[in-house]
């Protein structure tokens, strides 16, 4: 326990495709009059230097924000959008996506874009990647989208994380209406759910440093349902060569169908999970090569946003022909 530190992967494929996710939820539910709480059950430090120790040592970032940033160009900033609108489709290759700086990002990854310019003013005017030093993990993302009366909860055991999100937090000065507590953010839900507006969206993005998150991650998700079954439950998971994994979605699918609920279930995969052996016939691990978002009670809108963003996520940040996305849904 404790080894995990988010540092390392911020800005990877997988916060990609969490955070475009995250960011087309938390756009929706925040459109309507009645409050919204949000709980964040593994939220992380907060926010993160792509310029960092740790996010230089593992380079996660190159294989994903930054991927995404260079392999197309970027679409104009939100005020010459405004002017002209670029109506053409993207290409479907990073190849052809490059040489063309005029093709439509899908809305979801045009906002994922547009809010890190907002948190980093000299990416915004210059487009150059190496500006881009600050990458907002999960509660910077749903705080964003927050208005006066909604509420959002944030939970982070890990001592050093705990340190960094509460005075991360404490610079926005927005007050009580962010909370972070050092405690395991499963137990805590149930403490929170119903809520009293009777609207809540729960992310549940654990490090499955433990075998153990994958059952609690299930075990928790059914509990929530149980007592409030009309909330948005957003789980993000790995997909990894281990059983748990694969059984995770397949749970949540079950729980879904057995609580009559509405889901989606999306992956993004970009390249292979086999190991291989480099010059000196050693073995090298892929590292994460997919993960999947399984949601429960997703608004109607969010099927077409990722149908529009996941085909442009594999084109930008697919490394070899295994990758590819997977978007199905029921209820
Ligand atoms: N949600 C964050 C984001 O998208 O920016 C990333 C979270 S990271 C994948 C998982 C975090 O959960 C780590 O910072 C870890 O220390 C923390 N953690 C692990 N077990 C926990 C638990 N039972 N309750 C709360 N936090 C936990």
Same mark, same amino acid.
């Given at each position: ?66 991927? #995404?940033? *260079?392999?197309?160009? $970027?679409? /104009?900033?939100? =005020? ?7 109506? !053409?489709?993207? %290409? ?20 994922? #874009?547009? *809010?890190?310019?907002? $948190?980093? /003013?000299?990416? =915004? ?7 881009? !030093?600050?990458? %907002? ?195």
């Amino acid at each position: 326990m404790f080894s995990y530190r988010h540092a390392f992967h911020a800005g990877n494929h997988a916060d990609v495709l969490k955070h475009t996710c995250l960011i087309a939820l938390m756009k929706y539910l925040t459109q309507k009059d009645t409050a919204l709480t949000v709980i964040d059950t593994h939220a992380g430090a907060g926010l993160y230097r792509l310029d960092g120790d740790y996010t230089e040592t593992s380079g996660e970032a190159s294989e994903g924000i930054f991927k #995404l940033i *260079l392999a197309s160009k $970027l679409p /104009p900033s939100p =005020a010459a959008r405004a002017a002209t609108p670029a109506k !053409k489709a993207m %290409p479907a290759t990073p190849a052809a996506a490059a040489s063309d700086a005029a093709y439509a990002w899908a809305p979801a990854l045009l906002d994922y #874009l547009d *809010l890190l310019r907002g $948190l980093n /003013p000299h990416f =915004a005017q210059t487009g150059d990647p190496a500006h881009l !030093k600050i990458y %907002p993990g999960s509660p910077f993302i749903s705080q964003k989208f927050l208005s006066g009366r909604d509420k959002l909860k944030l939970f982070e055991l890990h001592p050093t994380d705990f340190k960094s999100l509460t005075g991360n937090i404490e610079q926005l000065g927005v007050g009580r209406q962010v909370t972070v507590a050092r405690e395991d953010g499963f137990e805590a839900l149930k403490t929170f759910l119903p809520p009293p507006a009777r609207r809540a969206m729960v992310l549940c993005d654990p490090s499955y440093e433990m075998k153990s998150d994958y059952a609690r991650v299930a075990a928790c998700m059914g509990d929530a349902v149980k007592r409030f079954a009309t909330g948005t439950y957003v789980v993000w998971y790995p997909i990894i060569p281990r059983p748990e994994a694969h059984d995770l979605p397949r749970k949540l699918k079950t729980l879904a169908v057995k609580a009559h609920r509405p889901w989606l279930h999306a992956t993004l995969t970009v390249k292979s999970s086999k190991l291989t052996t480099d010059a000196e016939g050693e073995v090298v691990r892929p590292g994460l090569p997919a993960s999947g978002m399984f949601i429960i009670n997703p608004p109607h809108t969010l099927k077409a946003e990722l149908n529009a963003a996941l085909p442009q996520m594999v084109a930008l940040l697919g490394q070899d022909r295994n990758a590819g996305f997977t978007l199905e849904h029921g209820g």
